[in-house]
């Protein structure tokens, strides 16, 4: 709402519309709106210490000269975010306790209290399974269903942040493709969402891009940095521009 409301200020509601990390959640308060469904935010609220050290550590993607420096730093940055990620999942569990003992209690919802049932949409994104899992171990009858059918996980950075997440290894062929990712989406992410606002399909438009590149077309790659030595990050990419075209 935050962020809608920011753009709102320089630009119209359509043309919000049409920015991809904006369309999801333009369509969800449509429908939330005139619903006269209850609202509950489980989710860890902006400007909390969790939130805080999330958006220091998204996207931290190092850029360094060394090909192994480059793949080591990848895989921290993912494992020091999924550590993160995991407190923010254990706070929504956290929350939707709170939850379910405030309808149980409070006389503001004895309605819901008169109910066999009361059933819970909970939106959440694909990295968060283990909120699913953890959910149904503990004897909730849950289920789940996904925007599309198969799922496939838009962009490397998520799918090695989920692998962490689900207590696996990220090896250095994938870690060299969410480098790769990070570069391109650097140098061309204005043009590409300008392409459709369905952020999935920019990904995995992205994804088949990076997947024609392996390990060791990346270490050509940094053979060739290693040679020119860019004096900044700006050269480095022009490299990278070069290579990819």
Do not use: C, W
């Not at 369309?23 to 969790?50: M, T, W």
């Not at 958006?55 to 793949?71: C, H, Q, S, Y």
């Not at 496939?152 to 998520?158: C, D, K, L, R």
């Not at 650097?186 to 997947?211: A, G, H, V, W």
């Amino acid at each position: 709402e935050r962020l809608i409301k920011e753009k709102s200020e320089k630009i119209s509601i359509e043309e919000l519309k049409n920015i991809p990390y904006l369309a999801f959640q333009i369509e969800e308060l449509k429908i939330l709106y005139n619903s006269r469904k209850l609202i509950y935010y489980v989710d860890v609220p902006e400007g909390h210490p969790i939130d805080e050290k999330i958006k220091a550590l998204t996207g931290a993607i190092p850029f360094r000269e060394n090909i192994d420096d480059v793949l080591s730093g990848v895989k921290d940055s993912l494992k020091n975010l999924s550590s993160t990620e995991i407190m923010r999942e254990n706070y929504i569990l956290s929350e939707l306790e709170t939850l379910q003992q405030l309808i149980r209690s409070s006389p503001e919802l004895k309605y819901l209290q008169k109910k066999d049932e009361v059933r819970i949409l909970l939106s959440l994104g694909a990295l968060h399974g283990n909120i699913y899992h953890k959910l149904k171990e503990s004897g909730q009858e849950v289920t789940r269903a996904f925007s599309y059918t198969p799922f496939i996980m838009g962009n490397f950075y998520h799918e090695g942040l989920l692998r962490y997440l689900s207590g696996k290894e990220v090896d250095d062929e994938f870690a060299s493709k969410v480098f790769l990712e990070s570069v391109f989406m650097n140098m061309y992410e204005d043009k590409i969402l300008t392409l459709t606002p369905n952020s999935q399909k920019i990904f995995l438009f992205i994804r088949k891009i990076i997947s024609q590149f392996n390990l060791t077309n990346h270490k050509r790659m940094f053979q060739k940095l290693n040679k020119i030595q860019p004096s900044s990050r700006r050269e480095a990419f022009a490299l990278f521009r070069q290579i990819f075209i």
